[in-house]
């Protein structure tokens, strides 16, 4: 069974940045489109970036210009790079599949931006 690992979050300062890595057990990125998604205590998990298994690449508004979705299929991995960090932008980040799969979900990894 695939299981996917968050990891690269902390604290930062408004305006800093950060790099989220997603390391699936086995590789599915060169089948599957991969999210990132974001969830705040008592709201509802969004999607922050996706890419297809193809590199095309799509972004929440409120992120667009900010954060970049990769994958390297090599290793497995999907990155989030998270540049000009605001404290709206303070979150657990998972990632899964898109569409997901339920149970797939990580524990995900906090930030936290504040000053």
């Known amino acids: 069974q695939v299981q996917l690992v968050e990891s690269g979050g902390g604290l930062v300062q408004p305006g800093g940045s950060l790099r989220l890595s997603c390391a699936a057990s086995r590789s599915i990125f060169r089948v599957y489109a991969m999210g990132w998604y974001r969830q705040a205590p008592g709201k509802q998990r969004e999607l922050v970036a996706a890419?297809?298994?193809?590199?095309?690449?799509n972004y929440a508004d409120s992120v667009k210009g900010r954060f970049t979705i990769s994958r390297d299929n090599a290793k497995n991995t999907v990155y989030l790079q998270m540049n000009s960090l605001k404290p709206e932008d303070t979150d657990v980040y998972y990632c899964?599949?898109?569409?997901?799969?339920?149970?797939?979900w990580g524990q995900g990894t906090q930030v936290t931006v504040s000053s």
């Open positions: 890419i297809t298994s193809g590199g095309s690449t």
């Open positions: 899964n599949t898109r569409p997901v799969v339920a149970n797939l």
